[in-house]
């Protein structure tokens, strides 16, 4: 596909607020999702108090660090780029969720790609701690799915 033609399908995406477009045009396939910028709080104050409004741009706002994974939680990461599907089909109960026992070699999601689905078995047998990617999102090769506390 062009790079024109990715454009003006992002601008579409953007400028009707759409967070989601899937397309398909004979053997390839698109899928362009919007991130949503953060959403500061909503400060009430009371009517008494004068205030002066200064504007804050989102990119001012200090970027949270990273959250440090623990020593003692196995990573388990995706095999392949694609997309992660949490439960076997819409609607249907998610593989597993926080707090759950998992064995090695059972289905924790699926990641279709290429129109292939891939089911994801667990790499370690311990508990779910973390789950690190969202129903429907795109991942990449080696990016973590889930922290495991190995038993």
């Known amino acids: 596909m062009e790079t024109t033609k990715i454009a003006e399908l992002a601008k579409i995406l953007k400028d009707n607020g759409l967070t989601k477009l899937d397309l398909t045009e004979g053997d390839n396939r698109l899928v362009l999702e919007a991130v949503s910028a953060p959403v500061a ?12 409004a200064v504007p804050v741009a ?13 020593e003692d939680l196995y990573e388990q990461k995706t095999p392949l780029v694609g997309t992660v599907y949490m439960a076997p089909q819409a609607g249907a109960a ?4 926080v707090g759950d026992h998992v064995a090695a070699g059972d289905t924790v999601c699926i990641v279709e790609s290429m129109k292939m689905f891939n089911e994801i078995a667990a790499e370690c047998s311990g508990t779910i701690e973390e789950i690190c990617v969202n129903n429907g999102q ?10 495991i506390r190995e038993d």
């Not at 709080?41 to 002066?52: D, I």
């Not at 998610?94 to 969720?97: G, T």
């Not at 795109?138 to 922290?147: K, S």
């Open 58 to 70: 989102a990119a001012e706002a200090p970027a949270a660090a990273p959250a440090a994974p623990e």
């Open 94 to 97: 998610p593989y597993v969720a």
């Open 41 to 52: 709080p909503a400060v009430v104050v009371p009517a008494a108090v004068p205030v002066e």
């Open 138 to 147: 795109i991942v990449e090769y080696g990016q973590v799915l889930f922290r």
